[in-house]
T-cell receptor, first 115, second 110 residues
Framework: AQTVTQSQPEMSVQEAETVTLSCTYD???????LFWYKQPPSRQMILVIR??????QNATENRFSVNFQKAAKSFSLKISDSQLGDTAMYFC????????????FGKGTRLSVIA | EAQVTQNPRYLITVTGKKLTVTCSQN?????MSWYRQDPGLGLRQIYY???????DKGDVPEGYKVSRKEKRNFPLILESPSPNQTSLYFC?????????FGPGTRLTVT
């Protein structure tokens, strides 16, 4: 069974600073996807970034980037130039790349961006 | 606009009163699923459906039922709700690499 661990229940960062959220996972699969989802106070689940395990290059989306370490089974999210709108719960998630498979989520990290 | 809709968005009910939360998607996705979100636990899958008339249990199926009679709809049924089913529920549809979530249904069972 796959597991996803987020070891930081809460974090805070000053506006315009950089913050890194940690995620580790456990799987025996070799072909999978990793995701970071953002859940603002509106509760909507928003996909922030996606990484395919077979790609060595780390994914980036504007101010969001990941550090994917496949051997270490680590998948951290870096948010640069933090903005007040980044305040949200962030979930790391895993999915095997085999047809349609469920997302396995971590427990989340609550990020507060402070003005 | 591609979307997943859920209704109702908020529901307060009493123990034992049957309820249905509807979910509909307009993207012609074969795969749909239900998750519940609880503080400190993240999201956990309740049930999923690979296609019409094909459903299977996720990690926390006890106390829930689903049906998939049409491709676009995947309702979640609580036949006898209990207070431990108070939670935030999400419907999702899509493929492995991209799943779309509904807006969530906040359910309170008293």
């Amino acid at each position: 069974a796959q597991t996803v661990t987020q070891s930081q229940p809460e974090m805070s960062v000053q506006e315009a600073e950089t913050v890194t959220l940690s995620c580790t996972y456990d799987t025996s699969e070799n072909n999978y996807y990793l995701f970071w989802y953002k859940q603002p106070p509106s509760r909507q689940m928003i996909l922030v970034i996606r990484q395919e395990a077979y790609k060595q290059q780390n994914a980036t989306e504007n101010r969001f980037s990941v550090n994917f370490q496949k051997a270490a089974k680590s998948f951290s999210l870096k948010i640069s130039d933090s903005q007040l709108g980044d305040t949200a719960m962030y979930f790391c998630a895993f999915s095997i790349n085999s047809g349609n498979t469920p997302l396995v989520f971590g427990k989340g990290t609550r990020l507060s961006v402070i003005a | 606009e591609a979307q997943v809709t859920q209704n109702p968005r908020y529901l307060i009910t009493v123990t034992g009163k049957k309820l249905t939360v509807t979910c509909s998607q307009n993207m012609n996705h074969e795969y749909m699923s239900w998750y519940r979100q609880d503080p400190g636990l993240g999201l956990r899958q309740i049930y999923y459906s690979m296609n019409v008339e094909v459903t299977d249990k996720g990690d926390v199926p006890e106390g829930y039922k689903v049906s998939r009679k049409e491709k676009r709809n995947f309702p979640l049924i609580l036949e006898s709700p209990s207070p431990n089913q108070t939670s935030l529920y999400f419907c999702a549809s899509g493929r492995t690499y991209e799943q779309y979530f509904g807006p969530g249904t906040r359910l309170t069972v008293t």
